[in-house]
């Protein structure tokens, strides 16, 4: 079994900044390892889409929309990662999902999923 608790959404004002943190934990660590975590988001009406990874080595990637304003990080002896959102905008409000990507052997073990942490930024 995983866990994926997020935290950290709020409502914030345009141009305010948030941090959001997602630890991982549970008895898959015993058979896995994490090869990346990201951040995904989903707005009412839209399709969930990345908003940034970063892989075990410390690799990131970023939505053209967040470049410059977001920025992931991790703490890979507390299986924590983190989004640093600042300058935010009212089109960054979305339900943030954290997501973990196993390995096990080299191979793909699995794909988990948090609850989501609900961003509102106000104009």
């Known amino acids: 079994q995983v866990q994926l608790v997020e935290s950290g959404g709020d409502l914030v004002q345009a141009g305010g900044s948030l941090r959001l943190s997602c630890a991982a934990s549970?008895?898959?660590?015993?058979?896995?390892?994490?090869?990346?975590m990201g951040w995904y988001r989903q707005a009412p009406g839209k399709q969930r889409e990345l908003v940034a990874a970063?892989?075990?080595?410390?690799?990131?990637n970023y939505a053209d929309s967040v470049k410059g304003r977001f920025t992931i990080s991790r703490d890979n002896a507390k299986n924590t990662v983190y989004l640093q959102m600042n300058s935010l905008k009212p089109e960054d409000t979305a339900v943030y999902y954290c997501n973990a990507d196993f390995t096990r052997y080299g191979r793909k073990f699995g794909d988990y999923w948090g609850q989501g942490t609900q961003v509102t930024v106000s104009s």
């Open positions: 549970g008895s898959i660590f015993n058979i896995a390892a994490i090869a990346a």
């Open positions: 970063i892989t075990s080595g410390g690799n990131t």
